[in-house]
């Protein structure tokens, strides 16, 4: 066999050591790779060319991962300093984000999400002394996913930045520095902002305050932002300067030196004295405090390491590993950290917004809550759903004021963070209405879907979870949705139900049954249905209910040979497509597939199926391609079992929109977009496990050139793990998080396969090689589905990655800077 660290120093030598390889799939790579400079080198090593190896990650009932090298993988390299603000790394706990780049020696932005109504940057903090660093001819920094910090080192210095866990504070902990140099730091806000600025004894404070009340819905309550600085060194000196602090000081004795920057939750009171307690608290915290929540973290989350010979796949993966790292670093907070698809918790240009900030666009946080599910990560999904619930009596007095006194709620597409259905920007004359019978035609003004969409979240949320609680907490928000469908819904002559005026989301405007309402109402009632029957209540809406689910109207079709005229509900053939609406020639506003929209988010219709040629023919004739960041088409394609499509969407997104060194897209504006990685996250989990319906399947659009060693998670708390290697399904095994029957289409379709206790191997469902195999799990018990014939052992390997050592490419893009 061929040493594995002589082989790693092969990789590193030919340069394939610049992606993350699992050990697993090292040796599968030998036969694929140009080795020629490498085998010059290592003339001795004739095993170059042996039979490749495949192994498995199951010991002793046990699916292995060494989350810390996997995670360590997708670092972010630089090879020179991040000098402008486009350049940023981001940080943050949940409710305090940073932005951090090497402008002016060192600057980071302190950033939050709940400085309503225009989220308000409680400052900047600027460190001129670690120039030296920054400057360096040998300036190197990784941002450090797995301990959750931004590590630099340079010119005999170093410098290490994180967001403490505990508190709302920013660490910057620096080493090398002259003891006898006269050091800086900066802590400032800009015109036209007008906070107090503060000091005392070693403490400065930015503070202000303002009140709610100048957008339409705005709530009149009282937010502000403050700011606090202060340093571990000593000789300490305060003093205020303008708009900003600043502190001079000396490194200690052995040339250390910490800056604590805290930003809390604030709406005016002592500003010094909760300044004081807050940096007091910081002093006292490890420095290894904030590692510890993030290590756990990642020993939670269901890791996937993707490898493919072109290394595209490596690249992808990079990205749903960074939107895991982003999603726990802005999503901890009451309300969702991200609104309008942007990652304000990481922004690096002051208080500048291209979208009106009070607001949360439904569509651009969707994305997000479906790759938390399938990553197990459901915790981040709380303040998504926070969001609806606790605005749930604000959008029920909407609905009656704004959609002629109907009952229900009809969810504002565009909601304030109060539930007012106002989109404030600033390039519109006056603020556009959602939901509202009483506006003119416009984008969302009658999108009437996003309750029915975030209700379907709910149910899905809990079908991963089975917490009834968690169910019972949120159900009102699914009756409520449902009601007013029931409430806004015409029945035709033949009894069937509709709806009109309404939009087919932002893409046609006051349409006669919109595809995304007849989907939604075609998902929505049976799920209320099975809630209420759970929660044994509201038998008079159920009732209701279950006599409309048979009046549904069918998603209207068109032919792509006159795409302005409805065909026949049941027409079908190779140019029959699924329209937007039931009036197809009505015209388009926006650039959304909205005939896709039954596939995802919706789940009508999957890789199989009786409208599963329906969805393929719609998704390949779709009319926008892969036209916006937050497009779906990735996620689409792997629902409909399309490896290819999935693939190609996924790498065509990625090259038209991510721009950023940290991974984060663009979209409109010099803002940060967290969207697009959320959908190569979302997409990559679907190719890989899907179980949207009850039913578990295995690599339904994984490309048979890729290979894979991951985790999904699925329905009812249970965990799936996959091995491919080179499109070949090596090993298939279920942790089950509860006794609920278990469905799993045929991994190998056509082949005997058997299920086995992972740590006995006792069979528990007998050779078969039926098209679903079905049994009963028993609980914390983990099980592999495997081949019947062909029972030889494997080695054992646990999945691992090489731990990141430069920028990575695709294209034109880049994660990381290189030199």
């Given at each position: ?303 996937i390491q993707v490898s493919s010979h072109d290394h595209t796949a490596e690249y992808l993966n990079n990205l ?94 565009t909601m304030r963070f109060n539930g007012q259905g106002f989109e404030n920007e600033t390039w519109i004359p ?107 209540i509201d038998d008079a809406v159920v009732e209701q209910l279950k006599k409309d689910v048979p009046k549904l ?267």
């Amino acid at each position: 066999m061929l040493d594995m660290s002589m082989f790693r120093l092969i990789l590193k030598v030919s340069g394939y050591m610049r992606f993350p390889w699992s050990s697993a799939l090292l040796p599968r790579a030998v036969g694929h790779m140009v080795l020629a400079s490498s085998l010059a080198v290592l003339a001795a090593a004739p095993l170059i060319g042996q039979t490749k190896e495949t192994t498995t990650a199951w010991q002793d009932g046990r699916f292995h991962v060494d989350p810390k090298s996997v995670v360590g993988s997708s670092d972010i390299i630089l090879q020179r300093p991040n000098l402008l603000p486009r350049e940023l790394m981001p940080l943050g706990n949940g409710r305090l984000g940073a932005a951090v780049w090497a402008q002016d020696g060192y600057t980071v932005q302190l950033n939050r999400g709940d400085t309503f109504p225009h989220r308000l940057s409680p400052g900047q903090l600027v460190i001129p002394g670690l120039r030296r660093l920054t400057q360096a001819s040998d300036y190197s920094a990784r941002l450090d996913l797995y301990d959750g910090e931004f590590q630099e080192q340079g010119g005999g210095m170093s410098a290490v930045t994180y967001v403490a866990e505990k508190l709302d504070a920013l660490v910057v902990e620096v080493k090398g520095a002259d003891p006898k140099s006269l050091q800086t730091v900066e802590l400032k806000l800009w015109s036209p902002r007008k906070p107090q600025v503060l000091q005392k004894g070693n403490i400065g404070v930015l503070a202000e305050t303002w009140v709610d009340n100048e957008e339409a819905g705005a709530s009149g309550e009282t937010f502000g932002s403050l700011s606090a600085v202060t340093v571990d060194g000593t000789d300490l000196h305060v003093e205020q300067d303008g708009l900003a602090i600043k502190v001079s000081f000396h490194p200690r004795a052995d040339g250390s030196f910490r800056v604590l920057a805290g930003a809390p939750h604030w709406r005016g009171g002592d500003a010094l004295s909760t300044a004081s307690e807050l940096l007091a608290g910081v002093e006292k915290l490890s420095s290894s405090e904030h590692r510890a929540w993030w290590n756990q973290y990642w020993e939670r989350v269901g890791l996937i390491q993707v490898s493919s010979h072109d290394h595209t796949a490596e690249y992808l993966n990079n990205l749903r590993t960074i939107d895991l790292f982003t999603a726990a670093a802005e999503s901890r907070d009451r309300l969702p950290g991200a609104q309008a698809g942007i990652g304000d918790l990481f922004s690096s240009i002051r208080d500048e917004h291209q979208w009106g900030p009070s607001a949360y666009w439904h569509w651009n946080l969707r994305m997000q809550v479906s790759a938390n599910l399938g990553a197990g990560v459901l915790d981040l999904n709380d303040s998504y759903f926070n969001l609806y619930r606790e605005n749930l009596n604000a959008v029920l007095v909407w609905t009656k004021k704004h959609m002629g006194g109907r009952a229900g709620i009809c969810v504002p597409e565009t909601m304030r963070f109060n539930g007012q259905g106002f989109e404030n920007e600033t390039w519109i004359p006056a603020a556009a209405i959602n939901c509202g019978e009483d506006s003119k035609p416009y984008y969302n003004a009658r999108t009437i879907s996003t309750g029915a969409e975030v209700s379907l979240w709910i149910w899905q949320q809990f079908l991963f979870t089975d917490d009834l609680n968690f169910l019972r907490e949120n159900y009102p928000v699914m009756r409520e949705a449902a009601r007013f469908y029931l409430a806004y819904g015409t029945h035709s002559a033949d009894g069937s139900l509709h709806t009109f005026p309404s939009n087919a989301h932002e893409t046609k405007w006051d349409v006669h049954d919109p595809t995304t309402d007849v989907s939604a109402m075609q998902a929505l009632f049976p799920a209320v249905i099975e809630a209420a029957g759970l929660l044994k209540i509201d038998d008079a809406v159920v009732e209701q209910l279950k006599k409309d689910v048979p009046k549904l109207s069918p998603l209207a079709r068109i032919s792509l040979a006159s795409p302005n005229v409805l065909a026949a509900p049941d027409a079908d053939g190779k140019d029959i497509v699924i329209a937007a609406s039931g009036d197809p020639a009505a015209p388009s506003h926006n650039s959304e597939n909205i005939g896709l929209e039954p596939v995802w988010p919706y789940g009508l219709i999957g890789d199989e199926g009786p409208l599963h040629a329906l969805g393929v023919r719609t998704f390949l004739n779709r009319p926008q391609k892969n036209e916006a960041d937050w497009s779906a088409d990735p996620v689409q394609a792997a629902r409909l079992g399309l490896a290819e499509e999935f693939k190609s969407s996924a790498l065509a997104l990625t090259e038209r929109y991510q721009i950023y060194p940290s991974g984060l897209a663009t979209l409109v504006g010099p803002e940060f977009y967290v969207e697009q990685i959320g959908v190569v996250a979302d997409a990559i989990q679907t190719a890989l496990v899907q179980d949207y319906d009850g039913l578990i399947r295995i690599a339904p659009a994984w490309p048979k050139d890729w290979s894979a060693d991951g985790t999904v998670f699925v329905q009812h708390r249970n965990r799936v793990h996959v091995q491919i290697y080179d499109g070949e399904l090596v090993t298939v095994g279920i942790d089950a998080g509860s006794a609920s029957p278990l469905k799993v289409r045929n991994p190998w379709p056509g082949e005997s396969v058997e299920v086995v206790n992972a740590r006995t191997s006792a069979v528990v469902v007998p050779a078969s090689s039926a098209r679903v195999l079905q049994f009963s799990p028993q609980d914390s018990t983990s099980y592999l589905i495997r081949p019947a014939s062909g029972k030889s052992t494997l080695r054992f390997e646990p999945v691992s990655g090489a731990r990141a050592v430069a920028p990575k490419s695709l294209g034109s893009r880049t994660i990381g800077i290189a030199r």
